[in-house]
């Protein structure tokens, strides 16, 4: 077995992107909006417009802030962890079951921690000999008309 162990893993997200317009339709109740409100109304129609027609780039920009921020939610959210199969065990319950295989005093010694709930420091060098570095990140636009990696 090599000294070293590494592995490289990527996690592609997959978000949909919608833009509400109905600000741009007229409502049958603007005329009983005082000026003030007209004038957001006028002002925020005039920015959803300009955005749409841009060709600066800026609205791509835009989404894929909203994007990110969303992604930035999603990553400690439950939902995000049951799409994965993430169980959330702890980690001496996930490695339960290579404990149990372990024989003589490393048994004990392991039982031994788990009876005075002092797992992490007894396993420690071993449970954290797992590193994880973000190297780069990167947020592209999926085409849907060609197939997608399984």
């Known amino acids: 077995m090599p000294d ?3 592995k490289t893993y990527r996690l592609t997200l997959d ?13 049958s109740d603007e005329d009983r909006l005082d000026d003030d409100l007209k004038q957001a109304l006028q002002a925020q129609r005039a920015l959803l417009k300009g955005l749409l027609q841009d060709k600066q780039g800026i609205l791509e920009e835009l989404l894929r802030k909203r994007v990110l921020e969303q992604a930035r939610f999603e990553a400690g959210s439950d939902d995000l962890k049951d799409l994965l199969l993430i169980h959330n065990l702890s980690d001496e319950l996930l490695v339960e079951p290579i404990i149990d295989r372990l024989s003589g005093s490393n048994w004990e010694y392991f039982q031994e921690a788990l009876d005075d709930e002092r797992f992490e420091e007894a396993a420690g060098e071993a449970i954290y000999a797992i590193g994880v570095e973000l190297e780069a990140a990167s ?12």
């Open 139 to 150: 947020l592209v636009e999926v085409n849907e008309t060609k197939g997608r990696d399984k």
């Open 15 to 27: 978000f949909t992107v919608s833009i509400n317009d109905e600000i741009l339709q007229p409502s």
């Open 4 to 6: 070293e162990f590494k």
